[in-house]
Nanobody, 123 residues
């Protein structure tokens, strides 16, 4: 069982940067690929990025590629999402999620989810 708690969301302006954090409880954090996914009002949950257990392999959704960076610190049981050049289209609830094995673009592949943190980008 993995419990996830996100932090770092808030209200920012277009063009700003923001870093989200997600801390996991439980053992063997490095045994899980970690993902960030988001859901905007009225839209389906969308894949943002993922990172392998060892932090070597990263995946990104097309809408954030080149602007967002995912990283992890296994000693702190924490995964990060560095967001740069945000736009109002990035407004959403951002979820941290975990899965065994490698990262996946498929939202349904993630087994454990945090409660989410709201990110709102004003124009």
């Amino acid at each position: 069982q993995v419990q996830l708690v996100e932090s770092g969301g808030g209200l920012v302006q277009a063009g700003d940067s923001l870093r989200l954090s997600c801390t996991a409880s439980g053992r063997t954090f490095s045994g899980y690929a970690m993902g960030w996914l988001r859901q905007a009002p009225g839209k389906e949950r969308e894949f943002v990025g993922a990172i392998s257990g060892g932090g070597i392999i990263t995946l990104y959704g097309d809408s954030v590629k080149g602007r967002f960076t995912i990283s992890r610190d296994n000693a702190k049981n924490t995964v990060y999402l560095q967001m740069r050049s945000v736009t109002p289209e990035d407004t959403a609830v951002y979820y941290c999620a975990a899965k065994r094995g490698g990262g996946s673009y498929n939202v349904a592949d993630y087994h454990y989810w945090g409660q989410g943190t709201q990110v709102t980008v004003s124009s």
